[in-house]
């Protein structure tokens, strides 16, 4: 890892997931947490994702990519990384914005858990209600 190398920087969030995501020139090796990709996911529908913006703008080999995650659950942290990639390689060109914006890779997932209402069972559950 050469620190006199161009660093690009994005912040990706999906649910309760935020990832911090540095792009560096190099071979293509993606570290997330300090450990490698296959170690940190194991389903290759998570790995997919992540890849989805990389894989658009034809740079899948052109970077190192190292991730910081934090919250939520393994999809939260994947659909947060993607999101945080597409930034990323704004940073790095800003010709990249209109397929990256058609895609729907810059914009925010904002959905996030409902919170449970209280004197019910939860976000929308309701208890059983009987007339007699």
């Not at 194991?42 to 995650?69: G, H, S, W, Y």
């Not at 959905?111 to 309701?126: F, S």
Request: net charge positive; glycine share 10%; charged share 30%.
């Amino acid at each position: 890892m050469a620190t006199n190398a161009p660093t690009w920087y994005g912040t990706g969030r999906r649910k309760s997931a935020t990832a911090r995501v540095y792009l560096r020139p190099g071979s293509g090796r993606f570290i997330v947490n300090h450990r490698d990709l296959d170690e940190f996911f194991c389903r290759e529908t998570d790995k997919m994702i992540l890849k989805q913006p990389l894989q658009l703008t034809d740079n899948l080999e052109a970077f190192d990519i190292f991730v910081n995650v934090r919250g939520g659950g393994n999809t939260g942290q994947a659909g947060a990384i993607k999101h945080g990639i597409s930034r990323a390689l704004l940073q790095y060109s800003k010709e990249l914005r209109p397929s990256l914006k058609a895609a729907g890779f810059l914009t925010r997932d904002s959905r996030i858990k409902e919170r449970k209402k209280y004197g019910q069972k939860g976000a929308r559950a309701r208890f059983q209600f009987s007339k007699r």
